[in-house]
């Protein structure tokens, strides 16, 4: 028996302002905004058939909630050409954590959202 299947369905992203994150992951990402309002609790970014989806969470129904941005990253996304991956990111204005850092078979940065959680973009060489 095996009651916890090997799949990530979706990383939570804990927000202070649903619409604002929705705007700017989207962005980030490229990906479009589905019609309607964007007053929570949740919004899920679809990430492509079989990936885990990114949902982000502004607790709007928890009334004892306090936010906390992560201080370490809370998840990577991959690159196929680091450079251009920075070069979108720094355009967007963030704020960087890391520059591109290059190790024998990756790179990788780390920037801020908008609301501080960390993330990173990767490049795998191999």
């Not at 450079?83 to 850092?101: C, K, P, Q, R």
Request: some cysteine.
């Amino acid at each position: 028996m095996k009651p916890i299947e090997n799949r990530i369905d979706t990383i939570f992203v804990h927000v202070s302002d649903l619409e604002r994150s929705v705007q700017w992951y989207s962005r980030l990402l490229g990906l479009d905004i589905r019609e309607g309002s964007f007053t929570g609790p949740v919004y899920t970014l679809n990430m492509g058939e079989g990936k885990p989806g990114i949902t982000l969470d502004n607790h709007c129904f928890d009334e004892n909630y306090e936010f906390v941005p992560s201080n370490q990253p809370l998840f990577n996304l991959s690159s196929s050409n680091i450079n251009d991956a920075f070069s979108h990111v720094t355009a967007m204005g963030v704020e960087l954590v890391t520059e591109i850092i290059t190790h024998s078979d990756m790179a990788e940065f780390s920037f801020k959202d908008p609301d501080g959680n960390i993330i990173m973009i990767c490049t795998c060489f191999s």
